[in-house]
């Protein structure tokens, strides 16, 4: 067995946004709209981006996202302006990107394997599947999954498929039940308040041109073939690839209900920050790097100081005092503690990050800081 292919390193930062999630109040009327009761007081996400960030102009249409939770859903709502609003895929589970869509990415335990995707256009129609890994780490996609009760519901401020229609935007409500999602689940159950799972949005949006009254997809001239469609997201990658799980966002169960008069009675700290996700991001960098040196050396090194050289150097890389490196011909493990020694954090070559508790002191490797 060969060492896995490289890893393209996002170019960003790693500032992943973050969400509080309320608990929901009643019950949708499952219209579509986002002006009713339910959603009237859920708080918006920031403003979609560009799938790369500040690498990348700002969207020209705004998509912005709510979500609420109770003891049977986790619920979804998204609205996109938009002045071309069209949809021609009819069939579940066909490829819903080929339309304009919205999307939903959700790693409940946040390992970045055995994760969500789900894919909905302006007809409603819908492509839910099940990742066993990324694409980087030849994990196959399991199609034929479907989330069993899921509940959706389109609105059209304007009219499907008419280029001369007032059109205005699209919104969408979506429910997953919880039963469905904790399959990938720590401990297979719903989140409990005050627990996080990474979740991004992203927004697929075509060029296109009104040819006999309907809409087509612009065409690059040299090719022939389509232009490029715009991803746009709620927590940038820094990559395009919405397969990059430890990019995506923080949405953080809270147990009080969102109502006009909401006031969170405890600080909710974005999770980003703690030491744990900052060490998971430390192994993560460096796996980016030992995929790419085995792509130079056709081995994975097991010397810290010749992957602090190899890649993206533009920002700082902090390891870990303490740092294990266990590597085979085609095989690799990185393993560091945390700062009380009451955990340690490993990552592998397919991308698999998990924690485990110990008070076992890893191995000692080479430390330091990397410019």
């Not at 030849?138 to 059209?156: C, F, M, Q, R, Y």
């Not at 969408?172 to 999602?181: C, G, N």
């Not at 703690?274 to 085995?294: F, G, M, S």
């Not at 920002?315 to 690799?332: A, G, H, K």
Request: aromatic share 12%; hydrophobic share 35%; with cysteine.
């Amino acid at each position: 067995m060969n060492p896995l292919s490289p890893v393209p390193e996002p170019k960003l930062a790693f500032q992943p946004k973050h969400y509080v999630c309320r608990r929901a109040v009643g019950q949708s009327d499952w219209s579509g709209r986002l002006d009713q009761p339910f959603w009237q007081h859920a708080e918006w996400t920031d403003e979609f981006v560009d799938i790369e960030g500040h690498l990348r102009p700002h969207p020209t249409k705004q998509t912005r996202v709510k979500m609420l939770w109770d003891d049977d859903y986790f619920y979804i709502a998204a609205e996109m302006l938009e002045n071309e609003i069209w949809a021609y895929q009819t069939e579940r589970d066909s490829v819903i990107f080929y339309d304009n869509d919205f999307e939903i990415f959700i790693d409940p335990d946040g390992d970045s394997h055995q994760y969500y995707e789900f894919e909905i256009n302006a007809l409603g129609t819908v492509w839910d599947l099940l990742l066993v890994k990324p694409y980087r780490d030849e994990g196959p996609p399991i199609n034929g999954w479907d989330i069993s009760g899921l509940k959706t519901a389109v609105h059209i401020d304007g009219q499907l498929n008419q280029p001369n229609a007032d059109n205005r935007m699209w919104s969408v409500e979506i429910a997953m039940p919880w039963r469905s999602l904790q399959e990938c689940a720590s401990d297979k159950r719903p989140p409990l308040a005050g627990e996080y799972w990474r979740v991004n949005f992203s927004r697929v949006e075509w060029q296109v041109d009104v040819v006999d009254g309907q809409y087509v997809k612009r065409s690059d001239p040299a090719t022939g073939k389509p232009l490029p469609e715009d991803n746009w997201v709620w927590s940038p990658q820094g990559v395009v690839n919405m397969h990059y799980p430890e990019m995506w966002g923080y949405v953080i169960f809270d147990d009080e209900a969102v109502t006009q008069t909401t006031v969170s009675s405890h600080t909710i700290h974005a999770p980003q920050q703690n030491e744990l996700e900052q060490l998971k991001w430390t192994l993560r960098r460096l796996y980016y790097k030992q995929r790419l040196y085995a792509e130079q050396h056709g081995v994975y090194s097991n010397d810290i100081q010749s992957l602090l050289t190899i890649g993206d150097t533009s920002f700082p890389l902090l390891v870990p005092s303490q740092l294990s490196i266990q590597t085979t011909t085609s095989l690799f493990q990185l393993s560091a503690s945390m700062r009380d020694h009451q955990m340690l954090v490993c990552i592998r070559q397919d991308g698999l990050i998990w924690q485990e508790h110990t008070k076992q002191h890893p191995t000692t490797g080479t430390g330091g800081n990397a410019q």
